[in-house]
């Protein structure tokens, strides 16, 4: 079948634009020339006289009504419904007719943007030469205007919005059976408004795409927070700026910017891996590879999604960090590597937290974490400069200034510095520790501090409320205690810490790193005593004895087993080279580049709760 494509050849009364047809019956002599979409020539021309009856304009005028009905934010589902079946006749008429609503294809020459660029320097009211700049473009109609005997369209691509002129038969040839939401592809010349603004003059037009649903009200766009999220698609129409936020994620901004920023690093020597978003447990079980969890704040390992192989006969789980895998290229050799990829969490959703998000994590041997915050730091700031040109960001209210070098300093003076408690004098007494930490904070609910099991923890939890929320500047705090690093390396000069930090902005964590630990024996002893803490949590509380339906009813993080990743210490009994390695969180960073309050606002798809 031929694609919806006409070509102006006639002249006849033109009808304002923006009304599609008249109330009344009138018959319009129109003039085309079809072409087939993988023709280069057009077929021969006909005179068609084209008689509008009482029914089409009936159709017309009511899809016009719908669609200003169903624009607004109280359009109702039969709105809808009445529109879309109107659209769907217009589908059977085109192809009644031998047009193909839903085209194979369409020559491009450039896109909106790419023409915005090219005749910046074009003046008011001049034109390109037609011969030459002949241009083909492709997009959205979003908006439709009619001055006299003159229409235009805007069409919206991936790049920007351009403007299309057309004369009084391209509207005449159009206006039954297109409408705004719909794809169009068009050819013409270039010319610059008197008013300045850049217009393709088309010369011929191809329907590319027909919408059967009505587009969100252009003023008031789509305000409905849980439908923006359900359906991101329609959002990203409806509101340019959150396919901005999209854009901004992917295309050559901050995703490709850090691996472009660690590939860059030392002679382009970096090796970026894929690991399996699979990894698999003891057959018969449903314990989990305690190992495998980032060196997160409390030192809690992340609860897996567990899943059962009907052929392999055993359980697996979506990896909780690309951590482990990677060290062990580092273990086979490989000195410089970086991951970036999908990271899968069963636990909470929050305004900082879903299920499913994308972290970078790279390991460089014989490097230190003092050398990952400087990686870190150039990073963050060519993510910046890729994605809004300047090291000053606006967000939600506050001025953020990446200019380096950031402010670095340690945990303990931190938590000093804020509240007056010292922990270096309170040595190794958990219960000193706890009774202090709750007398000098005064907080109401004592039971995330009375449940701290050392000192380290009791140190972090303080931190985590007193501390944390304030750091609004870039900040790295450094040298971790020890029983909340289960990986990182012990410090070389500060006992009872490790040599790690986090970097934090606007009061939220955006990235993780140490110096990693290499000694097999040290790691051992540090996840036994991790397993055994969290064995010990989990029998306290009784859920060893409970069935795994009673288990998953609870949704404690003691629900669950864990054992050792035996095979990652193996690794590291081969020997592992001196590393530094980090984790930076892509959605944390986009939220903080792209002014976004909540991480579902930069996962087009996020996980939501169940829809009553």
Known sequence: MEALKFWRVSSSPFKHFMYFASAT?????????????????????????????????????????????????????????????????????????????????????????????????????????????LVSIAGRIIARRAFGKLAFLTLRDDSGTIQEKLLQDQFDQLKTLVDIGDILGASGSIKRTEKGELSVYISSFALLTKSLLPLPDKFHGLTDVDKRYRQRYVDMIANPEVADIFRARAKYHIVQEASRAWANKVDSG?????????????????????????????????????????????????????????????VGGFEKVYEIGRI??????????????????????????????????????????????????????????????????????????????????????????????????????????????????????????????????????????????????????????????????????????FSELTDPLDQRDRLEKQVKQHNEKREASGLHTDSAEEREKKNDDESYEVTLDEDFLTALEYGMPPASGMGLGIDRLVMLLTNSASIRDVIAFPVLKVQQ
């Open 25 to 133: 019956t009138k018959t319009t002599s129109t003039k085309f020339i079809s072409f087939r979409c993988c023709s280069s020539s057009p077929t021969p021309s006909t005179n068609t006289t084209t008689n509008t009856t009482t029914t089409t304009t009936t159709q017309v005028v009511s899809d016009r009504n719908n669609r200003r009905r169903s624009s607004s934010s109280s359009s109702s589902t039969s709105d809808r419904d009445s529109i879309r079946a109107i659209r769907l006749k217009k589908v059977e008429e085109l192809r009644t007719k031998g047009h193909e609503p839903y085209a194979y294809g369409w020559d491009r020459t450039h896109t909106a943007s790419q023409l915005q660029e090219i005749y910046k320097n074009l003046g008011n009211g001049e034109e390109s030469s037609k011969d030459v700049d």
């Open 344 to 513: 899968f969490r069963n636990e909470g959703i929050s305004t900082r937290h879903n299920p499913e998000f994308t972290t970078i994590e790279m390991y460089e041997a014989y490097s230190d974490y003092q050398s990952m915050m400087n990686m870190t730091e150039e990073v963050v700031v060519r993510c910046a400069l890729a994605v809004q040109g300047k090291l000053t960001v606006d967000y939600q209210g506050l001025e953020i200034s990446l200019e380096r070098p950031w402010r670095r300093e340690s945990m303990h003076n931190l938590v000093k510095e804020a509240t007056g408690i010292d922990f270096n004098e309170l040595g190794n007494d958990v219960k000193v520790a706890k009774e202090v930490a709750i007398k000098a904070l005064e907080v109401k609910d004592r039971s995330s501090i009375e449940a701290c099991p050392s000192v380290g923890h009791v140190l972090n939890e303080v931190f985590e409320i007193v501390v944390e929320p304030t750091l609004l500047q870039p900040t790295f705090v450094l040298d971790y205690p020890v029983e909340i690093s289960p990986l990182a390396k012990p410090h070389r000069s500060k006992a009872g810490l490790t040599e790690r930090f986090e970097l934090f902005i606007c009061g939220r964590e955006l990235a993780n790193a």
């Open 270 to 330: 970096f090796s970026m891996l894929t690991r399996p978003f699979w990894g698999a447990n003891p057959p018969g079980t449903t314990t989990y590879p305690l190992g495998v969890q980032r060196g997160a704040a409390g030192g809690a390992e992340a609860r897996p999604f567990v899943t059962y192989h009907n052929s392999l006969g055993r359980d697996l789980y979506l990896r909780i960090a690309t951590e482990l895998h990677l060290k062990r290229m580092l």
